[in-house]
C-alpha cells in the first residue's frame, strides 16, 4: 500500500510548530490566546461521562473534556511505560473522531467567528445514530471505527470541511513539503491543494485513534488483544451523535481540550396519536 493513507494521530498529522505568518499583526482573543499559535479542530467527541469515553480516555491516559490526566489500564503482556510510549499523540490531541483536520485561522478570522459559524452549522444539521464501533488497524495504528458505512456521518465531515472552510489559514510551504513526503496520490494532493488536508471528502475516513504508529504487526495484535476485552463493552450499541465539538490548542506545547460542544437539531418523535 506504500505510505500510510491516514495519520496515526487520527486525521491531525503532524506537530508544526508554527505556520508562516506572513507579518500579520498578532490578535488575541478575550481569554489572551494568540490566534496565530492556536488551531483548531472540529470533531465529534463520546458524550460526557459515556462508557465510550471513560474506557477510551483511560486507555489514551487523559481526558480531552476535563484536560485531567488519568491512571492507564493494565494490560495483558504490555508494560505501562510501553503503553504510555504508544499513546502519546493520541494522548496529545485527546480522544475524537475528526471532522475538520486542525488548523490555525485565517487573517481577519477570529475564534469567536469560528465558534458562532460552527454553532450555525450544527444547528442545521440533523442528530443522528453511528453505527456500533470496532476496534482495527489502520495501516501501523490502532483505531475504533463505525461497523457500517453512515451516510449522515459523511455528510456531517463534508460540511464541517467546506462550510467552515474560510476560517482555515492555508498550509505553508513547508507544512505542503511535509505532507507531500509521505506520498500522496494524485487525488490526494488536490485535497491538500483546496482543502489543506488530504484525507478528506472522497478520503474520508472517520476513526477514533488510540495508538501511535506500532511498528511491527506482532505488538500490533499484541495491543489489539489485550484491548478488546477492555473495550468490548462500549462497542456494542449504537453510538449517539448528538453534537460536534470545537477542540483547541492554545500553543504548540499544549495538548488539544474541548473547548465549546454544540448541538446538533433534533429530529421530532412521529406523531402516532
Known amino acids: 500500500m506504500g505510505m500510510e493513507r491516514w495519520d496515526a494521530s487520527g486525521g491531525q498529522g503532524d506537530h508544526p510548530l508554527h505556520p508562516d505568518h506572513g507579518g ?8 489572551e490566546v494568540s490566534v496565530f499559535d492556536a488551531r483548531y479542530g472540529v470533531y465529534f467527541a463520546p458524550g460526557a461521562g459515556s462508557g465510550l469515553e471513560r474506557v477510551c480516555a483511560s486507555v ?5 473534556r476535563t484536560g485531567k490526566e488519568l491512571a492507564q489500564p493494565g494490560l495483558a503482556g504490555v508494560e505501562p511505560q510501553r503503553l504510555a510510549e504508544l499513546t502519546a499523540s493520541p494522548r496529545r490531541y485527546g480522544l475524537h473522531g475528526t471532522l475538520k483536520p486542525p488548523f490555525f485561522l485565517a487573517e481577519g478570522m477570529t475564534e469567536a467567528g469560528l465558534l458562532d459559524a460552527v454553532a450555525l452549522l450544527a ?6 445514530e453511528l453505527p456500533p464501533l470496532r476496534l482495527e488497524s489502520l495501516g501501523s495504528f490502532l483505531a475504533l471505527i463505525p461497523s457500517a458505512p453512515c451516510p449522515e456521518l459523511d455528510a456531517l465531515a463534508r460540511a ?6 474560510p476560517f482555515r489559514r492555508p498550509p505553508s510551504a513547508e507544512e505542503l513539503a511535509r505532507r507531500r513526503a509521505r506520498g500522496l496520490t494524485a487525488g490526494q494532493d488536490r485535497l491538500l491543494e483546496r482543502w489543506g488536508y488530504p484525507y478528506v471528502l472522497d478520503e474520508f475516513r472517520f476513526h477514533l485513534t488510540l495508538t501511535d504508529t506500532i511498528p511491527t504487526s506482532k505488538e500490533r495484535e499484541l495491543l489489539r488483544a489485550s484491548l478488546a476485552p477492555l473495550l468490548s463493552p462500549v462497542l456494542h450499541t449504537p453510538v449517539q451523535v448528538r453534537d460536534i465539538c470545537v477542540f483547541r490548542q492554545r500553543c504548540s506545547i499544549e495538548p488539544f481540550a474541548i473547548m465549546q460542544r454544540f448541538d446538533l437539531a433534533l429530529i421530532p418523535e412521529p406523531d402516532i396519536s
Open 160 to 165: 464541517c470541511v467546506t462550510e467552515l472552510d
Open 123 to 128: 444547528a442545521g444539521r440533523p442528530a443522528f
Open 60 to 64: 489514551l491516559g487523559r481526558c480531552a
Open 24 to 31: 500579520g499583526t498578532m490578535r488575541r482573543d478575550a481569554d
